[in-house]
């Protein structure tokens, strides 16, 4: 079964950048599309963004639209997430997921077969 991992958190100040990244072993992630999620503390996971197999279609979260980019790298068998212009109410585990369906921007979390264990995001100062 796909099984994925998430990579590049830390702690950053306000309107600093992080490039997150997803990456699996043994399957190739391009056969699926891909989200980003977060889930800041106390409050329900949310989806950030998501691509499609072909990077034709991409969802953003509106919290995130002109600051957060979504991109595939098929060869390197990753999908990473730049942010940029980064906030304190971006801070939050992230996590990224495939799905056999389509990138939605409804980010419906029961569509999503297989989840990472997260990677860490504190903006602060």
């Known amino acids: 079964q796909l099984r994925v991992v998430e990579s590049g958190g830390g702690l950053v100040q306000p309107g600093g950048s992080l490039r997150l990244a997803c990456a699996a072993s043994e399957y190739t992630l391009s056969g699926y599309p891909i989200a980003w999620f977060r889930q800041a503390p106390g409050k329900e996971r949310e989806g950030v963004a998501c691509?499609?197999?072909?990077?034709?279609?991409?969802n953003y979260a509106d919290s995130v639209k002109g600051r957060f980019t979504i991109a595939r790298d098929d060869p390197k068998n990753t999908v990473s997430l730049q942010m940029n212009s980064l906030k304190p109410e971006d801070t939050g585990v992230y996590y990224c997921?495939?799905?056999?369906?389509?990138?939605?921007?409804?980010?419906?979390?029961?569509?999503?077969?297989?989840w990472g264990l997260g990677t860490q995001v504190n903006v602060s100062s």
């Open positions: 997921a495939a799905t056999q369906y389509w990138c939605s921007a409804s980010f419906k979390q029961d569509d999503y077969f297989t």
């Open positions: 691509i499609n197999t072909n990077s034709r279609i991409i």
